[in-house]
């Protein structure tokens, strides 16, 4: 079973985009992962195949249509198919991780990208959208969200990346950010490697990477430190 992925936007030419190059790309040519559009405007049924409309109520800016964007979502999938729906919104569940990988085990997503101040809250209900941020900042729409959304799913599907093993130690995964890096040359404007790197000591090598990523959380995220001393507690 391959991945797949369907956006639905206002803007399909947005795509594969970033996705298209690199590891996620290699991917998506070698058939590990497959995406497709649903450009939302050809589910208009009036002659100026208007997506949005005044907000209820008043206010600035325009709303996406229920009508509209439930024409494309019941086109572009079918319930069946066991695939999430994820609104790209900024009131949604802050994406991570873990969600990551979630995703990248299920069959794919259907990821629907909001633009003007977003979608009109009946299509929500009615098609049970998950709403999923990306971050506590607003984006002028989802598509470059459902593009980050995607690209950290996509690199946890098996073979996408080449080398699993990196994805193992890197931030977040144990719940701590990752430790510093190093490489060539040995000096750098003065600067040196820490010494332990090179002494070939795998247990010394382990022990000073872990203490650098539990220095660099505790001092840089409270929140991840938090959970990570909570979780060494119930050990
Ligand atoms: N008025 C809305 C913001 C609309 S931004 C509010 O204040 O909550 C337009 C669209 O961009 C949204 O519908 C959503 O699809 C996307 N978007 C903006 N910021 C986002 C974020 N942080 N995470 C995910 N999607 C986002």
Redo the contacts with the bound molecule.
Sequence with gaps: MTFKATVLTLYPEMFPGPLGMSLAGRGLQRGLWALDTCQIRDHTTDKHRSVDDTPAGGGA?MV?RADVLARAIDAASNKDDGRPRL??????RP?NQARAHDLAKGPGAVI????????DQRVIEARELEE???????????EM?AMTVLDAVVRLIPGVMGNMASAETESFEKGLLEHPHYTRPVEFEGRTIPEVLGSGNHKKIHEWRLAEAERLTRARRPDLWGAYMAEDDSD
């Design positions: 800016g996406l609104l790209m919104s900024p009131r949604g994406f629907i990208c909001g633009r003007f101040e977003g979608v999923v941020s990306v971050g506590d900042y607003i984006l002028s729409g989802g969200a």
